[in-house]
């Protein structure tokens, strides 16, 4: 079955996640499955590659480690017209929008042979689509929703945000401006993130089912306790505190700032911070953030240069080292790293014109970018602590003065530990319990405050905990005897096309 959206960022990812909950739950073979994914988000599979962050929550929502085979195709956007393309898990070049267009028809093989590939493994596959299927624009070379859908013959059903307002008129047009073939593939209809009184939506409902001549599957309601793992930057949202942290054990709160740059990369690897009591973690985009901040983070970008340069322009840059300059911890994962250091050098323009550019100087480190991407899932140890980690960076650091932040299971150092500035390449780092606990501590010390991290967080049990309301949520508000019958049965015949004319629309059989 696919789950298509009426826009990005309708629920997809997280429809997906909880239908693939509540399958495994009930002990079925499930795999998640992006034909194309557009994300800066990413993690390093098992098997070497590189895929979108959500489809490892997926898999892990089905008991599976990441794989490959998840998401064929991911897109990482350097810039607002270009974005690299990663095809099943290797990098295979850059493209302009025009230039994608032209490599659609080839990736379309690729991507049903490997749908068809996790269905001869699987005894159910949910395919997530990527945007919404409504941009017709698209349609000719399409490979992640219709164009996916009638290639293997998926039933799709479609979720639409009811936050965002016109979600009646989101979902019928979607189905209105599509073909009478992919029509005919698109079943039913979930409405998500409704509050207040479902009475006063079911006459639309109803009304919906009138005009289309498809039932509506569910709605699912607000749920304020989900957060974890945004899909794409769009979730890191300025100012709002991350996550749902419970009081501190201490007197104090522990604030966290995390700059929220252009082309944030792995952003979620904060998010571990905010499972933790009494931490409060917030994205920043402006000087005056940092003023009250006890730790201050600086995340990966897809385009460090870039947005080094905006970080001075905007007065974070200078902010960041008045913060490090006054004795106070900061924190910098992969290109944030590489922003501490000395210099950066780019002398093959992986990221845009070769050259050379200065860091910030809080660290004694230097990056070189070297055409080929480093993948990795190493482990070693870190503050003393045993850690698990993967990474994903150009960037090859030359270290100088200071002891390593992290030392690999071979002894090889690894990122800078200078005292109150850290630096690393490693995402996933602070998902290990003990080595956060230990930063917190530090970072507590450092800003003279009552905090003493909990003993007990157990980030893996904080991201089971959310798949497992994701499952609840569909369970029991979905019509999952209908999914069933969908993903058994495939669309039912005969569905009723919208026929539409210059100021009216009929649906006919």
């Not at 693939?20 to 795999?31: E, S, T």
């Not at 009494?278 to 953030?289: F, I, M, N, Q």
């Not at 070693?380 to 980690?389: I, K, Q």
């Not at 499952?471 to 026929?499: F, W, Y």
Request: hydrophobic letters at 45%.
């Amino acid at each position: 079955m696919l789950v298509a959206g009426t826009t990005s960022d309708a629920g997809k990812s997280v429809l997906v996640a909880g239908i693939c909950r509540w399958l495994h739950r009930r002990g079925v073979d499930v795999a998640p499955f992006k034909a194309q994914n557009m994300s800066n988000n990413s993690v390093v599979t098992g098997d070497g590659g590189e895929i979108g962050r959500a489809q490892a929550l997926q898999a892990a929502a089905c008991g599976l480690a990441p794989s490959v085979l998840f998401n064929p195709v991911l897109l990482k956007p350097g810039t607002d017209r270009s974005s690299q393309v990663v095809v099943r898990g290797v990098v295979d070049g850059t493209v302009s929008a025009a230039s994608y267009r032209e490599r659609k028809a080839a990736l379309l093989e690729v991507v049903v042979d490997t749908l068809a590939e996790l269905r001869a493994a699987h005894d159910v596959v949910i395919c997530e689509g990527a945007g919404s299927p409504a941009e017709i624009n698209l349609r000719a070379t399409d490979i992640a929703n219709m164009g996916l859908a009638r290639a293997a013959d998926l039933p799709v059903v479609v979720v639409g945000d009811i936050d965002r307002g016109g979600v009646l008129a989101h979902l019928f047009g979607t189905l209105a401006v599509l073909e009478p073939a992919d029509q005919a593939l698109v079943a039913g209809w979930i409405v998500n993130k409704f509050r207040g009184d479902p009475a006063l939506l079911a006459p639309g409902l109803d009304q919906l089912r009138a005009l289309t001549g498809r039932p509506t599957l569910g709605v699912l309601p607000w749920s304020p306790e989900l957060w974890i793992d945004a899909e794409d930057s769009l979730g890191h949202v300025a100012d709002g505190v991350v996550g749902r942290p419970a009081p501190p054990h201490g007197r104090d709160w522990l604030r966290v700032a995390v700059v929220r740059l252009p082309r944030v990369s792995n952003g979620t690897d904060v998010d571990a911070l905010s499972s933790e009591p009494g931490v409060a973690v917030r994205w920043v985009t402006e000087p005056s953030r940092l003023a009250d901040a006890d730790l201050v983070v600086l995340p990966g970008s897809k385009t460090t240069v870039a947005d080094l340069v905006w970080l001075r322009s905007t007065g974070l840059a200078d902010a960041v080292t008045a913060h490090a300059r006054a004795g106070k911890p900061v924190l910098g994962v992969c290109g944030g790293y590489q922003m501490l250091g000395r210099r950066i050098h780019d002398p093959h323009g992986v990221e845009a014109t070769p050259g050379t550019v200065d860091g910030l100087g809080l660290l004694d480190v230097e990056v070189t970018f070297d055409v080929a991407k480093h993948l990795g899932t190493p482990t070693g140890t870190a503050l003393g602590e045993p850690v698990a980690f993967y990474e994903i960076h150009h960037g090859r650091e030359l270290r100088g003065a200071g002891a390593p932040l992290v030392t690999l299971a071979g002894g090889t150092p690894e990122g800078v530990d200078a005292g109150h500035v850290l630096g690393t390449h490693a995402h996933g780092l602070l998902e290990n319990d003990a080595l956060r606990r230990r930063l917190l501590g530090r970072a507590a010390a450092a800003a003279g405050r009552d905090f003493t991290p909990a003993p007990d967080t157990s980030y893996a049990a904080v991201r089971a905990a959310q798949l497992d309301l994701l499952g609840d949520l569909v369970e029991k508000n979905l019509d999952t005897d209908a999914l069933e019958r969908l993903i058994t049965d495939g669309a039912p015949a005969g569905l009723p096309a919208i026929q539409t004319t210059i100021g009216q629309a009929r649906a006919t059989s």
